[in-house]
Each structure stands twice: as C-alpha cells, then as structure tokens.
C-alpha cells in the first residue's frame, strides 16, 4: 500500500488532470461555437459543453477523491483481484483510453466501498479513507477487512495511521484510529464501536470527524461517509419505488438527492427526457440542500414545493383559508367533487346537426350525436379529450356522407367542418377552464357536493358571495383544487422520476398533484410519521403511498441517526409517546453531544446569554420558537450586537420560526420556551419534536412556563 507521501503525490496527479480536463471542456465549447452544424445541434452541444465546462469548474476546490479500495487475490475478488480503485466525486482522467485516475463515486465498482464488512468483504482487501484541509491530503486510515481464508482474531491491526497522527479505539485487538497531522482521531476500527457489530464499517477518526463535522451553511453532500443501508437505497433500481420512514439524523433527505444523481448517472438519457423533480416542504429547506446535486455534478434537476409546482404562477395567492376550509379542500373527497362539478356541466344533445354545405345539408340525427357524447364520456381519460372525440366524430359522421356524394373532403373542408358543429357541441359538452370551474363551484358547492360533503363541510369552503376567476380571492388550498380541475381537463406532464422530502405533511389532494406527474415514473417518499405536523399529516405510510399512486412501494426504515448525537436523542425519544406514531425510536451513531435545560424569568436574555456561549464553540446557530416569538428573540439578539439571519440566509446564527424548522439542522439548537410550541397548534408536540432534532451537537432548551409532560 501507499504512503503518506505517494498519496500526496497521487493527490497531485489527480489535481493536475482535472484542471487539464476543465481547460479542455472550456476550450470545447469556444471550438463548439463555430462548429458548422444545424441549429438544434448546435444549441444541444453548446448546451452540454457549456454545462460540463461549469460542473468541472465547480470542482477545482474540492479534493479530488476521498476513498480507495484494494481487492485481495483470491478469488472472491472476481475481475478486480489484485486491483485498487480510487474514489471520487466524479471521474477523473489524465488520457483517453487509459484507465482513470479516479472512478465516479456511483459506478459499480464503487460499491463495495460502501458495502464491503467484516462478515461480507466482497473480495475487498483494504479499504481506505483520507482526511483532507481543503485540497491538501493531511492523512489516511486503512481498514483491513478479513479474506475468505483468514482467521479473524485479536492481533490484526484494523486501522493505520497517517503521518505525524495519533489515534484512540478498538480494531480487531489491534491499533486505534489515524489522523492526519497534528490531529487526533477517536473511534474504532473493524469490530470495535459504531456499528461494525451489524456489518457497518469500522469506525475510524476521519469518518467518524467527517459525520460529526460542524455544520455552517447549506448542507453538504455525503459521499464520503454513505453507510450500507443507506447506499443500498440510493442504488436502488429506477423502477423501485420506495418510502423511507427515517428518524431525525438518519440522512434520509441526502439519500434521496444522492438517489438523484445516482440514477442520472446510471438512466440519463431516460431522464434528461423526462426530468426528476425533487419537492421540498418550503423554500428555506430548498435553500439549504440546494448545494448537495450541483456538488455530485447535477445541474439540473428541478427543485420545488408543491406550491409551486401547482399553477401558482397563473393564479396568485390573495387569501388565507380558516383551518376547517383548508382540511375540507385537502380531503381526498374533494377529488370526487370536482370531477362531478366538471361533468355535470354535460347535456344530453335536444337536437340533431345539421351543416349546410353549397347545396347540400349534412346532417346527425339526435340519437346518434346523444350517443357520441356517451360514448365519449366513457372512455375519454380526460374531459378535454371527450370533447375533442364527440367534434371528431361529428365530422366523420359528416365526411361519410360527402364522400358518399362525390364531395372532396380536404383538410380545409375537415376545418370548416369542425368550426360548424362546435356551436352544438358545446351545447353538450362545453369548453371551460379550470378556475371557471372552481369559481362556480365554491359559489355554491351544494349541487356537486351533497352526498359527498357535510352541510357543515360546504358551509366552510362556500364564498359568502359568488365571485368570477379574475376577481376571486384564491387561496394556497385553492392551488391544489385547481390543479386537479385542469388534470381532469387534460393531462400534463410527467417526469421519470419523483423525490419527496417531507411526505408525511402532504395531504391527500397534493398527493393525488403529485401521483399525476409521476404517472408513468418512480417516486422516492422520505419522512417521518412523527414529524408529521400538518393538520392532515398522516399517520400511516400506506394510505399515503396509495394517495401517491404507488401502493407497491416498500417502506424501509432507518432508525440510527448519524448527525444527532446520544444526548439529544435520549430526550428526544421521551415525546414518540405522545405522538400517536408508531415509529422505532432513534439510536444514536454517536456517544457524544450535549443537553442543558434552564428554567428562566427573562427568556430574551437568557437566549441572548445562550448564543454568546454558543459562538464561543464551532459551527452554527439555531434559535428555534414559536412564530410569535421571533420578532422579540430577533430584536433581542440584534441589540446586543449579534448579527442574524433568516432560514433561507448563510450565517452563523439563524432564528427560525418552529414553522419553518422542518429540514435544517444546526450544530447548537437553543429552543425557546417548549409549552408555547406545543400550544401554537393542533400537532404541537409533533413540532417541539421537530424543533429539538434539529441539534447535531448541543440543545440548550430554555423555559419559563412548565415544560410539557413527555419532558418531565
């Protein structure tokens, strides 16, 4: 194996033909420019050369690998025996047709980096990790994992140490844990701590450092630190869809961005066609991972909410619903409303078509055109193309009785045709648009609802005063209803694949927006049943998944939290009691952490004495309280000098509404007064939940009011 100073060198190497492969896309797409070719090529290359040139660019700052694997010469190593592979965030090459520098983090061969164990070595000799200060490789540590012929004992070290470092943990009897220089790495090795107990890698200092890093901006990606349950998710196959109940630090949402740039590598001419869409619960947590795809070199996958996937940029939001109206219009009843608003506009036909034509009169007897409607209705997936079908077959009806005379029924013919039986059919079947429908419908909702709603439940969503489109006050409730009116008009788009972070927040009516853009794709479902925190958060991943339009899905659980630390967790745990989820506790990855509770009688100065001793250790920020608190905090904090910022900006200290926590973490959580959380609405102790699992190193909760039961 290696030393320090070859790998340094290597290192080198590697830094050079990256940098030569950046000039070499630049220099692309200036030859790109005015290489003779038709105009959609040339905009296609340009495209792609102009985007590979910014991916590579983006690279410059970052080491160009973080892992090696050697394989053994036995033969469970297969076509690798005697082989060694570095990894990286992407592919690095110094020639064509020479084997690359470094391999792309999701190529098969990487796999067993992340999967390899003391009880499945996948013919995997030596695993190794590098510790790295920005661009410069400080050390390494290697894990020897046990060959199909050797006798794992005591003896055998498991982990080497870099130059100049120094180490504490448990291998296979054996040495500790490298660091690079002047540092000092605590963990264990194989079959010491951690989880190495249940086939996870031996813990060293580099990745235990790396998992537990301070965290100060937008989040990173993990590629360094994927652990087997978690890249057995990532690499699942396209046409899997899954659901991940994940407890709070579990990785789940890097999972699924990982999951992400793992399938455009592996299907990406099937999804640059069709796109994948990644919906977050709101902008700032968009805000936060919006650095982790562009870092594995993905520029291009869509980030949005759902409300903003909706036609929010059509119709504005001008109104906030009452809570009854919003958990009516959420209600998955509301699909069979509207669909019964949108078709009972349908007439059966009185009278027959007649269409004058020079001298003749072409004409469908009313029984016939009252069973083109029919018809029509029956088989048409959407009303648009009914609608469409009955005018189609109105003019065939037509064309077969001119042509029967001799008529010459061209194109323009068809044309004018079609323009004169429209008049009738829209007698039928009228053409309308979605908030047309809507408008009418919420001016009174009786007529498609009896049955279906309460007289109560109409009483809630009914405008007091009946209103047209343009001068409605719609509601971001209404943004979901419309969405399902215009699906019912006519189909749109669907990606190929669908990430959902979140997903125990949505509500049936945005599932079924969501289910309909990935009709005829896969989904990958993140969340927390006791994260749940809408009024029509659910509490079951089944009924959910079949709002979604995969009721096959597997659900899969990841129950040990990598950025949470034991402290936190054995609080946090207290309140799944009370929850009414049945989700696994949390264990945590990590034995550290801390937790401090004080009772106070000025909970702005407390708070403002909590983050100056906050600033004095690394990393970032959060004051997390109730809505109506924040202004206060904020000024508090402000008045004393200390400089702050809002969810979706970078700084070191954040004060964060409990609404908007959801997603974000940070390295020091102060949480402030617990009850008044709790009271701020229906699921308020799903909310504290959330608000005291965003500390990925210390949670100070501050209180003046008695703390709720579950934290006794």
């Known amino acids: 194996m ?10 080198g190497r590697c830094g050079d033909a990256l940098r030569a492969m950046i000039a070499g896309a630049r220099e692309n797409v200036v030859v790109g420019e005015v290489t003779w070719g038709d105009r959609y090529t040339a905009e296609r290359l340009g495209y792609y050369l102009k985007s590979l040139a910014r991916e590579l660019g983006d690279e410059g700052d970052s080491p160009p690998f973080f892992g090696r694997i050697a394989y053994g010469t036995d033969e469970s190593a297969g076509e690798h025996r005697g082989q060694a592979y570095y990894l990286g965030r992407r592919h690095i090459s110094d020639a064509i047709g020479r084997p690359p520098l470094v391999i792309d983090w999701r190529a098969p061969v990487s796999t067993a980096f992340y999967r390899a164990g003391t009880r499945d070595p996948q013919g995997v000799a030596v695993r190794r990790r590098y510790g790295w200060s920005n661009t410069t490789l400080t050390g390494y540590e290697d894990e020897h994992l046990p060959q199909p012929d050797t006798q794992v004992s005591g003896g055998a070290a498991a982990v080497e140490a870099g130059a100049g470092g120094t180490g504490v943990g448990a291998g296979l009897g054996g040495h500790g844990v490298g660091a690079g220089p002047g540092e000092h790495g605590v963990g264990a090795g194989l079959g010491g701590q951690g989880l190495a107990g249940s086939g996870v890698p031996g813990v060293g200092g580099i990745l235990r450092a790396e998992i537990e890093r301070p965290r100060v901006g937008p989040m990173r990606d993990i590629v360094a630190t994927i652990q087997p349950d978690q890249d057995e998710l990532v690499r699942a196959e396209l046409e899997q869809s899954i659901c991940v109940q994940g407890a709070p630090g579990t990785g789940k949402t890097a999972v699924g961005l990982h999951r992400a740039a793992y399938l455009l590598y592996v299907h990406r001419a099937r999804l640059q066609r069709n796109g994948v869409l990644v919906l977050g619960p709101n902008r700032a947590f968009l805000h936060y991972i919006s650095a ?16 903003d996937l909706l036609i929010g940029e059509k119709v504005k939001v001008r109104a906030t619903d009452e809570a009854e109206a919003a958990l009516v219009k959420h209600d998955g009843r509301m699909a069979d409303v509207l669909r019964r608003a949108l078709y009972g506009r349908l007439r059966a036909p009185r009278d027959a078509v007649v269409v004058p034509d020079s001298s003749y009169r072409w004409r469908v007897n009313q029984y016939e055109f009252e069973e083109m409607v029919e018809d029509a209705r029956a088989e048409a997936t959407a009303y648009g193309i009914g609608r469409e079908r009955v005018i189609s077959r109105l003019v065939a009806a037509l064309q077969r009785q001119a042509e029967t005379r001799g008529q010459n029924c061209n194109g323009v013919w068809l044309r004018k045709m079609a323009r004169a039986v429209t008049p009738a059919v829209d007698e039928a079947w009228p053409a309308v648009k979605a908030d047309e429908v809507l408008a009418e419908f919420l001016s009174d909702p009786s007529q498609a609802s009896d049955g279906i709603l309460s007289e109560r439940e109409q009483a809630a969503i009914a405008w007091k005063r009946s209103r047209k489109p343009a001068s409605a006050l719609w509601t971001a409730a209404d943004l979901v ?3 399902e009116v215009s699906a019912l008009l006519g189909r749109g788009p669907s990606y190929g ?11 049936p009516m945005q599932c079924r927006a969501i289910a309909r853009r ?3 794709g896969s989904i990958t479902v993140l969340g927390d049943l006791a994260q749940g925190t809408t009024p029509w958060a659910t509490r079951d991943w089944a009924e959910q998944l079949i709002y979604l339009g995969k009721p ?39 034995t550290d952490g801390r937790y401090t509770l004080t009772k106070t009688n000025d909970l702005a100065g407390t708070c403002v004495d909590a983050v100056r001793a906050a600033l004095k250790e690394e990393g970032s920020v959060g004051v997390i309280a109730a809505d109506d608190a924040i202004a206060d905090l904020t000024a508090a904090l402000q008045q004393d000098g200390i400089e702050t910022v809002h969810t979706d900006g970078d700084g070191r200290v954040a004060v964060v509404p409990a609404s908007l926590a959801k997603g974000l973490e940070y390295d020091h959580v102060i949480a402030v007064e617990p009850a008044a959380i709790v009271d701020a609405e229906a699921r308020g102790l799903n909310r504290l939940y959330v608000v005291l699992t965003r500390a990925v190193s ?5 209180h003046h009011r008695p703390l709720p039961d579950e934290l006794g």
Do not use: C, W
């Open 2 to 11: 290696r030393g320090l100073e070859e790998e340094q060198q290597y290192a």
């Open 292 to 307: 982790v795809l562009p870092t594995l070199g993905e520029m291009d996958v869509e980030q949005t909410t759902v409300d």
């Open 481 to 483: 209803l419309l969405d």
């Open 497 to 507: 694949h669908v990430i959902i972070d979140e997903a125990q927040d949505l509500s």
């Open 518 to 520: 990935s009709e005829h």
């Open 552 to 590: 096959e899905a597997e659900v899969i659980a990841l129950t040990t939290g990598y950025r949470v630390p034991a402290a936190v967790v054995a609080i946090t745990n207290r309140l799944l009691a009370g929850l009414r989820t049945k989700v696994p506790a949390t264990r945590s990855f990590r």
């Open 698 to 702: 210390r949670l100070d909760v501050l």
